[in-house]
C-alpha cells in the first residue's frame, strides 16, 4: 500500500502521538473529533433555515436554526465525553497459521461513573465491533485479522470511534497494541511422495515415514530422495528402486528439513508444520530439525508450540 | 474513514420516526390538505411490516404509482400554483412518503432533517407562543428519533430504551437552551436577500382599503387581535385614542376609497413618496408628545395604525401627507414602531391644490335631496362651519338614527340619501361617509378616516389591546385657521361607543351565547384576570421574542453595552463563548482527572513497588500468576505476593468479603511488599516474560 506525503507525515504524527502501548485511557491528547456526513449535512440545513429566516424576517425560524446550531455544538461534546475516560487494553493473540485470522483480545473498561454507548472498534477491513460500557464495568472483545505471513503479527492500528449520542459528530482516537502474535506457516498436506501418514505395520505399531528403521523396499517414485535408491538392485535389474525407512512410534521420530522433498523454504516449512500438526494429534514423540535449530523428540502442548514456532520464525530476523 | 457497520434502521428506530413525522405534520393540518397524515402512517405502516416480513418492500412502480397519486391530489385541493403553499404541500407529502424507503441510516437522517426543516417552516403560519412550544415538542422527538435511529447495542429492553433515548433529547434540547439563546440575542440582523412571494397561509386582514357602508348587511366583527401599545407616560384617555389606519378620499356614490384610482402597494408607495409625500413645513410641532410604542400584529397588508398626528417614529415605516403612518413593506412578521404624536399641532394651514382637490371631490349628480338638505343647512348656519358641524351632529343626535351592527342595504344608487332619509340605521361607515358628504356638498374640505378606536386596556402588562372589532370610521374636516380637526360622527348617536368602548358596546347586540359568556368573565374576576395574564405573557413574547428585529437588537445591544462598535461586540461575544465553553467542559467533566477505581489504584501501587524490584507484571497477567512467577525468583517476595493475591481476588470477586478490611489487609502487604529485601544482592533481576520462561 503506497501512502502520498501527506499521509505518510500524517501516519509518522499519529505514531508519535500514539504510540504502541498496551493500554491506554482516552482522554485530550488522544481523541478526535471532526462533525460527520450528517453533522455536515445539518449545516447545509442550517444555511437553508437561515436564509429562510432572513428572506421572511421570521424570529421563530432563527430561533429552530441557532437552537440545532447550539444543539450541533453541545453533542461535540456529548460525543467526545462517550470516548473519553475509556480505558482499552490489549491482553494477547492468540497464535494462528498464516492465512488464517489473528485474533486479538481487548479490554474495554470505564469509570464507575459514567456510562459509555455505541463505541465501534475497527481493524480497518478486517473486522469490526460494536460494544456498550454501560451495563458493566468492562467487557472483552475479540478482533480478527487476517495473517497473511508466517513469524510475529504485529497488529495494526485499531480504530475506536463513536458517533453518540446523536451521529452528529464522530470522535475517535487509534490504539496500537504492543503485543506480537505468532503465526505459523500455514500447514501443507503433502501426499503425493513421501507418505507421511502414518501407516500401520503388521505388528501393529504406528509407523510413520522417516528414517532410521529400513521398513521395505519398492518401486521409485519421482521425488524420492536420490540417497534412498537401492543402487545394487538398479544394478540388478535395471529398475529404480527406493529403500524406504520406517520411524516406529515407539522410538523418536524425526523431522527433517532436508527430507522434504521441495526445494522451497516457505512449502517446507508448510510441509513440516502440517506434520507436526499430524504428529501432535497421535500423541507421537517427534523432533524437529531444521538448519540452525534441533529440537529433541519429545511430545505435549508446549514441546509442540516450541515446534511451531521454531518453524515459523525460521530465517526471520527475530532474537 | 468509512465504517462497515451494518447501519440499517431498526423496528424501533421506524418507530421513532413515526412519533416524529406525526408531530411534525400534524400542525400543518390547520392550513394544508389533512390527508397527507393517513399517507404519512400508511407509509410507515407499510415499512415496519416489510420489517416484520409480512408485506414484500413496493416496487419501483408501486412507489411512482403512489407518488402521481399523491400529485395528483395535490392538484386537486385547489391549492394556488405557484404558492409557498403548494411547495410546502409537496414537501410534506415527500415527507411522508419517504419513510416508505426508509431502509438505511442515511434516509433516517433525511428524514429527520426535512423535519427539523418543517419545524421551522410552520412559523412561516403561526409565530403564536403555543405555536413555540409547539415547536420545541417537535424538535425533542425529532432529536430523539435521530438518537434512536443510530445503530446500538440493545441491552435495554424496548421502552426502557425508548425512554431514555427520549430523556437524552430532551436533556440535550434543553441544555442548548444557553447557547442558542446568546446567538439569538448576538446574530447579526440581514435586510431580506430578495424579495418574496406571499407568505404561505397570510391572508390580508384588518381593516379594509374600501369602505361601501350601503352594501354591508351584516358586519361580522372578529376578535382578533389588531396590535399592541404601550404608553411611556400617562395613557390618555379612552375617548382620545383614534388610531389612524388610512384616509378614504374618493367616493364613487357607493364606495370610498383612497384615491381616485386603484394603486397597487408598490404605486401607492411611489405615490406616497412623490404627491402624496409629508413635508415638514406642512405642520407645527405643539404641546407634549404622548410617546408610545406599538407592536402589529402580521397583517398582509402595510398599514399601521397610530395616533394622530404621529410626528416622530422610529421603525421600518414611510409617513403620507394625509399624516398616516404605514409600514415600508407588507407585514409578514410583527411590527414594532416607536412614536410620539402631537395632538395640539396644527396640520395644514395651507391646503395644496391635489390635496383640496382630493377632499372636495363629489360624485356627478347623485343623492339630490342630501346636496338640498346641505345647501339649507349651511344656509341655516349662516356659512359658518362650526354651527354647520353642530347642525349635522345635532341632526344625528335628536332625529331617529340608530346604531347597528345589521343595517338594512342600501342599494346602488343614491345611498347617502337612502341612509339620511329612509333608513336612518348604520354604523361608523354609514355616519361618516354621510358626515363627509354633507361637507363637500357645501365646499368644505373633508376625508374619511378608517383605523381603530380605543382598545381594551390590559392591567397585568400595562399595555393596550386593540382587537379588529375597534375598527372605526371618523371623518377630517379642513378649515384655513385650524387645518385638519377630527371629528366622530358616530359618538352622536352611540356615545357609549367612544367611552366604555366596542367590546361593551357591542355586547349589547350579540346573541345570547356571547352574552352569557361575557356574564361569566365579568362575574369571575379571576377568569378576566387570567385572561389578561396569558394575553399578557403573549404580548411579551410577540415583542421580544417574535419582534426581536434589527432595530430591537440594536436597542437591547446599545442599553446592555452602551455605544459599542463592532471590534467590542465581537470581543464580547468571543469571551462569552470561551466562558461558556469553559463552564460546560467544567459541567460536562471533560477536565476532571480521570478516577481510579479502588482497585486499580490498588493494582497500580503493586506495580510499582515491583516494577523497583525488576518485576514486571504483564498486562493480562493475574496477581495470582504474576506472584507464582514471581515466587520462583524470589521466595519471601512471593510469599508476600501470594497474600497479597489472596486478598484482592476476594476483594474482586467475593461478594461477601468485608471491603474496609480487606483493603487495610491489602495496604498493609503493600507496605511490607514495599520493605521486602531482594535476596541477590548486588544485581538487578531482568523483567520476566512468561514466554521466555518456556524457552528456557
Known amino acids: ?319 | 474513514m468509512g465504517c462497515p457497520m451494518n447501519k440499517t434502521i431498526t423496528y424501533s428506530g421506524m418507530l421513532w420516526l413515526l412519533a416524529a413525522q406525526f408531530v411534525v405534520m400534524l400542525p400543518f393540518t390547520l392550513y394544508l390538505p389533512w390527508w397527507l397524515i393517513p399517507i404519512m402512517v400508511a407509509s410507515v405502516i407499510w415499512r415496519l411490516r416489510v420489517l416484520k416480513g409480512y408485506s414484500a418492500q413496493p416496487n419501483a412502480l408501486v412507489k411512482t404509482l403512489l407518488v402521481a397519486m399523491g400529485v395528483g391530489g395535490l392538484v386537486l385541493s385547489g391549492l394556488p400554483f405557484p404558492s409557498l403553499d403548494l411547495m410546502l404541500a409537496v414537501l410534506l407529502l415527500g415527507f411522508a412518503f419517504k419513510s416508505l424507503e426508509v431502509v438505511q441510516l442515511r434516509d433516517g437522517v433525511i428524514v429527520i432533517f426535512l423535519g427539523y426543516l418543517l419545524v421551522a417552516l410552520h412559523f412561516l403560519y403561526t409565530q403564536e407562543i403555543l405555536a413555540g412550544a409547539y415547536g420545541l415538542l417537535g424538535m425533542t422527538i425529532l432529536t430523539g428519533a435521530l438518537i434512536g435511529i443510530q445503530p446500538a447495542v440493545t441491552v435495554l429492553n424496548p421502552f426502557e430504551t425508548v425512554r431514555s433515548h427520549l430523556k437524552l433529547a430532551t436533556l440535550m434540547v434543553l441544555q442548548a437552551i444557553p447557547l442558542m439563546l446568546i446567538i439569538f440575542f448576538l446574530a447579526p440582523r440581514l435586510p431580506p436577500l430578495w424579495s418574496l412571494p406571499m407568505m404561505p397561509g397570510q391572508t390580508k386582514t384588518g381593516i379594509s382599503e374600501r369602505m361601501t357602508p350601503g352594501d354591508i348587511a351584516d358586519l361580522t366583527r372578529s376578535t382578533e387581535l389588531a396590535f399592541r401599545a404601550t404608553f411611556k407616560n400617562t395613557r390618555p384617555p379612552q375617548a382620545q385614542l383614534y388610531w389612524r389606519g388610512l384616509t378614504l378620499n374618493y367616493f364613487d356614490g357607493k364606495t370610498w376609497q383612497q384615491l381616485p384610482e386603484d394603486y397597487d402597494f408598490i404605486n401607492f408607495k411611489n405615490q406616497v413618496k412623490g404627491e402624496y409625500a409629508l413635508f415638514n413645513k406642512n405642520f407645527e410641532l405643539r404641546g407634549d408628545p404622548i410617546e408610545y410604542e406599538a407592536l402589529y400584529v402580521p397583517s398582509g397588508q402595510p398599514w399601521l395604525f397610530t395616533l394622530t398626528p404621529t410626528l416622530n417614529v422610529e421603525g421600518d415605516v414611510i409617513r403620507a401627507a394625509d399624516y398616516r403612518v404605514m409600514a415600508n413593506t407588507i407585514t409578514q412578521s410583527p411590527a414594532l414602531i416607536k412614536a410620539s404624536s402631537y395632538p395640539q399641532t396644527i396640520r395644514d394651514t395651507k391646503l395644496t391644490h391635489t390635496m383640496r382637490h382630493l377632499a372636495s371631490q363629489l360624485p356627478q349628480g347623485s343623492d339630490p335631496r342630501t346636496h338640498e338638505l346641505a345647501q339649507r343647512w349651511w344656509r341655516e348656519s349662516g356659512q359658518n362651519v362650526e354651527r354647520y358641524i353642530k347642525l349635522i351632529l345635532h341632526h344625528f343626535r335628536t332625529q331617529e338614527f340608530y346604531y347597528t351592527l345589521s343595517p338594512p342595504l342600501l342599494g346602488d344608487q343614491n345611498t347617502i340619501d337612502a341612509f339620511l332619509f329612509d333608513s336612518r340605521k348604520g354604523f361608523c361607515s354609514h355616519y361618516a361617509g354621510s358626515f363627509v358628504f354633507l361637507m363637500r356638498a357645501v365646499g368644505i374640505p373633508a376625508r374619511v378616516v378608517v383605523g381603530y378606536q380605543g382598545g381594551k386596556w390590559n392591567e397585568q402588562g400595562n399595555y393596550l389591546a386593540v382587537y379588529q372589532y375597534d375598527a372605526h370610521a371618523w371623518v377630517e374636516v379642513w378649515q384655513p385657521e385650524t387645518g385638519w380637526v377630527e371629528y366622530d360622527p358616530t359618538t352622536a348617536v352611540a356615545p357609549s361607543r367612544v367611552t366604555e368602548g366596542s367590546d361593551a358596546f357591542l355586547a349589547q347586540e350579540e346573541g345570547l351565547l356571547r352574552q352569557s359568556f361575557r356574564a361569566v368573565q365579568n362575574n369571575l374576576p379571576w377568569l378576566s384576570s387570567l385572561s389578561q395574564q396569558l394575553d399578557a405573557l403573549q404580548y411579551q413574547w410577540q415583542r421580544w421574542v417574535v419582534g426581536y428585529d434589527h432595530d430591537t437588537q440594536a436597542n437591547v445591544l446599545r442599553k446592555w453595552l452602551g455605544d459599542f462598535s463592532i471590534t467590542t461586540l465581537t470581543l464580547v461575544i468571543l469571551s462569552v463563548f470561551v466562558a461558556l465553553g469553559v463552564l460546560w467542559g467544567i459541567w460536562l467533566g471533560l477536565w476532571r482527572k480521570p478516577r481510579l477505581t479502588l482497585e486499580q489504584s490498588l493494582m497500580h501501587e503493586l506495580d510499582q513497588i515491583l516494577a523497583k524490584k525488576g518485576f514486571k507484571r504483564e498486562p493480562a497477567q493475574t496477581v495470582g500468576d504474576f506472584a507464582q512467577q514471581v515466587s520462583s525468583k524470589q521466595a519471601d517476595l512471593g510469599k508476600l505476593l501470594q497474600q497479597f493475591a489472596q486478598h484482592f481476588e476476594s476483594l474482586c470477586y467475593n461478594p461477601m468479603a468485608n471491603k474496609a478490611d480487606t483493603t487495610q489487609q491489602l495496604k498493609r502487604l503493600l507496605k511490607q511488599l514495599k520493605k521486602a529485601p531482594i535476596t541477590q544482592l548486588g544485581r538487578k533481576i531482568a523483567p520476566l516474560k512468561p514466554s521466555r520462561i518456556s524457552e528456557g
Not at chain 1, 489473528?102 to 480497518?124: F, G, K, Q, Y
Not at chain 1, 504406528?206 to 523396499?217: K, P, R, V
Not at chain 1, 538398479?234 to 520406517?246: H, N, W
Request: hydrophobic share 40%; net charge positive.
Open chain 1, 1 to 319: 500500500m503506497r501512502l502520498n506525503p501527506w499521509e505518510q507525515r500524517w501516519q509518522h504524527w499519529l505514531d508519535q502521538r500514539l504510540p504502541a502501548k498496551n493500554q491506554r485511557t482516552l482522554a485530550q491528547r488522544s481523541i478526535f473529533i471532526i462533525p460527520s456526513g450528517s453533522g455536515l449535512a445539518l449545516l447545509v440545513v442550517l444555511g437553508l433555515l437561515m436564509i429562510l429566516g432572513i428572506n421572511f424576517q421570521n424570529s421563530l425560524v432563527y430561533v429552530v436554526c441557532f437552537w440545532l446550531l447550539a444543539l450541533f455544538i453541545l453533542n461535540i461534546l456529548y460525543t467526545y465525553r462517550n470516548l473519553a475516560g475509556v480505558t482499552i487494553k490489549a491482553l494477547r493473540i492468540e497464535p494462528c497459521f498464516a492465512g488464517s485470522h489473528a485474533v486479538l483480545e481487548l479490554e474495554l473498561s470505564r469509570m464507575p461513573t459514567r456510562a459509555h454507548w455505541n463505541i465501534v472498534l475497527d481493524w480497518s477491513k478486517q473486522d469490526h465491533v460494536l460494544v456498550e460500557l454501560a451495563s458493566c464495568q468492562s467487557v472483552r472483545i475479540q478482533l480478527s485479522h487476517l495473517a497473511t505471513k508466517r513469524g510475529y503479527f504485529e497488529p495494526p492500528r485499531i480504530k475506536i470511534s463513536t458517533t453518540y449520542p446523536t451521529g452528529l459528530a464522530l470522535a475517535w482516537s487509534y490504539f496500537t497494541p504492543d503485543l506480537k502474535g505468532l503465526v505459523y506457516p500455514e500447514p501443507l498436506q503433502q501426499d503425493s511422495a513421501l507418505a507421511h501418514q502414518g501407516n500401520t505395520d503388521n505388528s501393529g505399531k504406528i509407523l510413520t515415514a522417516g528414517g532410521s528403521d529400513f521398513n521395505e523396499l519398492r518401486a521409485y517414485k519421482t521425488g524420492d530422495p536420490i540417497q534412498r535408491i537401492h543402487w545394487a538392485k538398479y544394478a540388478q535389474t535395471g529398475q529404480l528402486y527406493t529403500k524406504s525407512f520406517v520411524d516406529y512410534a515407539s522410538e523418536a521420530l524425526w523431522l527433517d528439513w532436508n527430507q522434504v522433498p521441495t526445494p522451497r523454504t516457505e512449502q517446507r516449512l508448510s510441509v513440516l508444520c502440517a506434520q507436526v500438526l499430524e504428529l501432535n494429534a497421535t500423541q507421537a514423540v517427534f523432533g524437529l530439525k531444521i538448519p540452525g535449530k534441533t529440537i529433541e523428540p519429545a511430545s505435549g502442548e508446549v514441546h509442540y508450540e516450541q515446534c511451531l514456532k521454531a518453524l515459523a520464525l525460521y530465517g526471520l530476523p527475530y532474537e
